[in-house]
């Protein structure tokens, strides 16, 4: 089945730097992969998502990349601020079947 | 447009006693699933159903866990009898193409 693998497992930023949480996946059957944010005592949140037609995209402040071929994407921040702490987890699926999580990034912005 | 929802949001129960989740998921979403998050680890998959059938069930870990969604709208989950490791966070989840949504979760604990 499919392994997802997540890094860092925290990381605190500067308020306004940016922050960058790496994740790999094993199936390369997987089309599909989503980021998740789960603030505390909430369920995960979908805040953007990529296929695997697709390089790159961007939504505001938050950007994800694809290589398909390392079989690594990536989610990133920029001007972090203090509402963005959470716990951030990547995910990936193919068609319609099953989610598989990383084990999560603990997000912390410092003011 | 309701999200998915989730009863109860929490609970406590002693080990041995039986305990039902409920979720009714987006209104038109065939596909749903049951996650759970368990002492800060993964948010590992449980089953899914399509509709009113078990697409996959081998997240399940027990014959404790009795998961039903007839009629092919909310579900419940059953877990009879309870045990300490049970405790956790378990997430329903549902979507209508590559998208799910997930609930707030219920938060379960056996003491």
């Known amino acids: 089945g499919e392994n997802v693998e997540q890094h860092p497992s925290t990381l605190s930023v500067q308020e306004g730097d940016s922050a960058v949480i790496k994740c790999t996946y094993s199936?390369?059957?997987?089309?599909?992969f989503p980021w998740y944010k789960q603030e505390l005592g909430k369920g995960p949140q979908l805040i953007i998502d990529?296929?695997?037609?697709?390089g790159e995209k961007k939504d505001q402040r938050i950007a994800v990349t694809l290589n398909k071929t390392a079989k690594h994407f990536s989610l990133h921040i920029t001007e972090t601020q203090p509402e963005d702490s959470a716990v951030y987890f990547c995910a990936a699926s193919k068609g319609y079947q099953k989610v598989t999580f990383g084990t999560g990034t603990k997000l912390q912005v410092i003011p | 447009e309701a999200g998915v929802t989730q009863f109860p949001s929490h609970s406590v129960i002693e080990k041995g006693q039986t305990v039902t989740l409920r979720c009714d998921p987006i209104?038109?979403?065939?596909?749903l699933y049951w996650y759970r998050r368990v002492m800060g680890k993964e948010i590992k998959f449980l089953l899914h159903f399509v509709k009113e059938s078990k697409q996959d069930e081998s997240g399940m870990p027990n014959n404790r866990f009795l998961a039903e969604r007839t009629g092919g709208t909310y579900s419940t989950l059953k877990v009879q009898p309870a045990e300490l490791e049970d405790s956790g966070v378990y997430f329903c989840?549902?979507?209508?193409?590559?998208?799910?949504?997930f609930g707030e979760g219920s938060w379960l604990t056996v003491v």
């Open positions: 199936d390369s059957a997987s089309n599909y």
């Open positions: 209104s038109g979403h065939d596909n």
């Open positions: 989840a549902s979507s209508h193409g590559n998208t799910i949504y």
């Open positions: 990529i296929r695997s037609n697709v």
